[in-house]
């Protein structure tokens, strides 16, 4: 136990110093223009790390009052890295007005389904709701990103090197968060700092691949490549591929029957 | 491990496995207004359909069974039969031409537009 707690320690040094590293990045490339929320997400995370550090100096790993502490920035910070997501689907989808307003609403409905499913199938011990509060957010923060990126593809949309790492890594946080609070449930007493230093590395792993998105951006690397057209325009368009695939459509039915009549 | 744990651990690995589906850069990319207009404006495999119905239609090979030539009519059938296939193929390329040049539009919507389903149609 103590092996893991000291490699536990490690790990939440080498992260903090990665998230040093990645500030410094944010900073240099002027990111906190592009993308506000995830600077301020950064920083609470670098804040959260540096406010556990002080409360175990004072009251040790024990007491209830860290505990509290811990949990409630951890509340914080969900809550950030929720409004940093949010953030990356506006930049993905608002360029393209029509797709943003259907997609906000696909993108409303998943996540606010896997909260409540997350919700009802969570037990309710009071100590418990810390751990399935972190569980439901990062589930529904990973359905965002998967349903926003699967929106993307689809309808084929630009997504910039800096965009798509960090839903990679938001995701792949927010999915082995899932996983690890699932077991520690399970195996809550034994499991505990093994958990931690789980926990520590995952983050430490999407640290590493928006410090290399960071580190590899450039301002004029812009990926908004199609350009709004008039509304007659889009009109006619979408009017003549919507007859076409109308009359195709008549053909295919036609064909199916007269094959019918046929046996 | 209870059944709870399982879903949630199961969710996760399924949103790991769509992650990595959803971030693979697409095959084909339309991406100008020129393309979508030319997807538009190429020929209509569809404008076939008559005669390829007409091929299939058993009544239109009859005579040459009236007339003794049982194995060539099996011939023809057969070949007007692989015919009717790649007219398929064809339908389905056309088909996802079209669904490609849709999401096009789509992207390149100037905002939400209010639409009767009247004016769709015309």
């Known amino acids: 136990m103590l092996e893991a707690l000291s490699l536990s320690n490690l790990a939440w040094a080498l992260t903090t110093l990665t998230e040093l590293i990645l500030f410094a990045y944010l900073l240099r490339r002027k990111l906190f223009r592009t993308h506000p929320l995830f600077f301020a997400y950064i920083l609470a995370a670098i804040l959260q790390s540096a406010l556990a550090a002080v409360t175990y100096a004072a009251w040790g790993r024990q007491s209830f009052r860290v505990w509290l502490i811990f949990w409630l920035s951890q509340l914080v910070l969900e809550g950030m890295r929720f409004a940093a997501v949010i953030e990356v689907a506006r930049r993905i989808l608002a360029p393209f007005s029509g797709i943003w307003a259907l997609g906000r609403r696909v993108l409303l409905v998943a996540t ?20 399935n509060v972190d569980r439901g ?54 499991y505990l700092n093994f958990w931690n230093f789980l926990g520590v590395l995952t983050f430490l792993a999407s640290l590493v691949i928006w410090v290399g998105a960071a580190r590899a951006y450039a301002m004029t690397t812009s990926a908004r490549e199609t350009v709004p057209v008039s509304k007659e325009l889009y ?20 064909l199916l029957q007269s094959g019918d009549q046929r046996r | 491990m209870s059944i709870t744990i399982f879903l949630f651990i199961l969710l996760a690995v399924i949103l790991i496995a769509a992650l990595a589906w959803a971030v693979r850069p697409p095959k084909h990319k339309l991406v100008s207004i020129d393309e979508v207009l030319a997807a538009l404006t190429e020929e209509h495999h569809y404008s076939r359909f008559s005669q390829i119905q007409q091929a299939l239609n058993p009544e239109d090979t009859e005579f040459l069974r009236d007339r003794g030539f049982g194995s060539l009519l ?9 015919v009717a296939l790649l007219y398929l193929d064809c339908l389905q390329d056309e088909y996802e031409k079209l669904l490609e040049a849709s999401r096009v539009v789509a992207a390149m919507a100037p905002g939400l537009v209010a639409m009767d389903e009247g004016d769709d149609s015309s």
């Open chain 2, 74 to 82: 099996g011939r023809i059938r057969s070949e007007r039969g692989r």
């Open chain 1, 112 to 131: 606010g389904g896997v909260l409540i499913y997350a919700a009802a199938l969570s037990k309710d011990y009071w100590y418990s709701l810390p751990l």
């Open chain 1, 137 to 190: 957010v990062a589930l529904a923060v990973a359905t965002m990103i998967v349903t926003l990126l699967l929106f993307a593809r689809y309808y084929r949309l630009p997504i910039d090197s800096m965009d798509r790492s960090l839903c990679v890594g938001f995701c792949l946080y927010s999915c082995f968060f899932v996983i690890n609070d699932s077991l520690l449930e399970k195996w809550v007493n034994s």
């Open chain 1, 235 to 254: 009109g006619k368009l979408s009017s003549e591929l919507n007859v076409r695939l109308h009359v195709l459509n008549e053909h295919l039915n036609q």
